[in-house]
T-cell receptor, first 117, second 111 residues
Framework: EPEVTQTPSHQVTQMGQEVILRCVPISNHLYFYWYRQILGQKVEFLVSFYNNEISEKSEIFDDQFSVERPDGSNFTLKIRSTKLEDSAMYFC???????????????FGPGTRLTVL | GNSVTQMEGPVTLSEEAFLTINCTYTATGYPSLFWYVQYPGEGLQLLLKATKADDKGSNKGFEATYRKETTSFHLEKGSVQVSDSAVYFCALSTSYGKLTFGQGTILTVHP
């Protein structure tokens, strides 16, 4: 069964460094998402992406964050200058892209645990 | 704004016990409702969903009914197994597909 994959599974970085988290969505899916979960807190929406542009973003997704689909398979989340509070599990998801988006099922990857020291 | 509230956890049950995890929501418009499950070391997997009022989602013995009048989507299973031990998330989606999650409920099932 097709699945969403993410690399790396765990990333440790120093405060102020740039990180890139990578995701390979399911191949025929058109919509891509990033979510994060700070330890002990809810899973929070960051951004959705369609047709090579952001379709929606949360207030968390500030200028330090960016997303890109650099080729036909990868979807990346870049954090330009990491802060301690960016430490979290980051989940990538993708969906087929039904006409009624709100009924669409999102398929999640296993996550990347980001630790900022 | 949209929000989802799940019952406080964790929940600990013996095998073959009945499970209920409560979920209520607040949303503008008419959301779709989802239950996702996260097994240890894995990502979130869709367990079931319902897209309109009175729909019942079901999968692997789990069920949940979309109750618009009580804005609820409670998860139930008649007889849990040790393999059901996981974290369960209730979520909703509105027009642009963004998922809003509850805080998650940790379920532990003992033999």
């Amino acid at each position: 069964e097709p699945e969403v994959t993410q690399t790396p599974s765990h990333q440790v970085t120093q405060m102020g460094q740039e990180v890139i988290l990578r995701c390979v969505p399911i191949s025929n899916h058109l919509y891509f998402y990033w979510y994060r979960q700070i330890l002990g807190q809810k899973v929070e929406f960051l951004v959705s992406f369609y047709n090579n542009e952001i379709s929606e973003k949360s207030e968390i997704f500030d200028d330090q964050f960016s997303v890109e689909r650099p080729d036909g398979s990868n979807f990346t989340l870049k954090i330009r200058s990491t802060k301690l509070e960016d430490s979290a599990m980051y989940f990538c998801a993708s969906s087929v892209g039904l006409k009624t988006r709100f009924t669409d099922t999102q398929y999640f990857g296993p996550g990347t645990r980001l630790t900022v020291l | 704004g949209n929000s989802v509230t799940q019952m406080e956890g964790p929940v600990t049950l013996s095998e073959e016990a009945f499970l209920t995890i409560n979920c209520t929501y607040t949303a503008t418009g008419y959301p779709s409702l989802f239950w996702y499950v996260q097994y240890p070391g894995e990502g979130l997997q869709l367990l079931l969903k319902a897209t309109k009022a009175d729909d019942k989602g079901s999968n692997k013995g789990f069920e949940a009914t979309y109750r618009k009048e009580t804005t609820s989507f409670h998860l139930e299973k008649g007889s849990v197994q040790v393999s059901d031990s996981a974290v369960y998330f209730c979520a909703l989606s509105t027009s642009y597909g963004k998922l809003t999650f509850g805080q998650g409920t940790i379920l532990t099932v003992h033999p």
